[in-house]
């Protein structure tokens, strides 16, 4: 049936999920060595604002993915879990409704990321140069 994920392919893309996410972290690290050079380069207000607001905003974007990850994390080794038992149970259903829920939470995780990420871009750029 067209439409449909089967345990593999749920467990397999939240594997590449929270191997996203992992990159994730280390742009969020480089970032943060962004911001120290900034703070040591730019003593301006403008900065000094930016480095508060950006590093707040970085925070709250470490602390979803800790959050996914923890959660696709557990979900994956039920999927894994109930592969391996290879029985057709009332649980596939409850698998698919917290995958579209922790899809729909990713997707918006990767647009908040995203837009902040092209922000900060745009903000070091604007100073470092």
């Known amino acids: 049936m067209p439409g449909t994920l089967s345990v593999m392919s749920m467990h397999l893309r ?3 999920w929270i191997a996203e996410m992992n990159a994730d972290i280390n742009v969020l690290r480089i970032f943060e060595d962004y911001m120290h ?3 040591d380069k730019k003593q301006v207000r403008e900065v000094i604002t930016g480095i508060e607001y950006f590093r707040e905003q ?3 974007l470490r602390k979803e993915i800790d959050e996914l990850r923890h959660e696709m994390h557990l979900e994956k080794m039920q999927l894994a879990a109930a592969a391996k038992k290879s029985k057709e149970t009332d649980q596939k259903i409850s698998f698919k ?3 579209a829920a922790l ?3 990713y997707l918006d995780f990767r647009k908040t990321f ?3 990420k092209k922000e900060f871009e745009e903000f070091e750029g604007n100073w470092l140069n």
Do not use: Q
Request: cysteine-free.
């Open 58 to 60: 970085f925070m709250d």
């Open 103 to 105: 899809k729909k939470r």
């Open 37 to 39: 050079e900034l703070a």
């Open 97 to 99: 409704e917290t995958y």
């Open 14 to 16: 939240y594997r590449l």
């Open 114 to 116: 995203n837009s902040t």
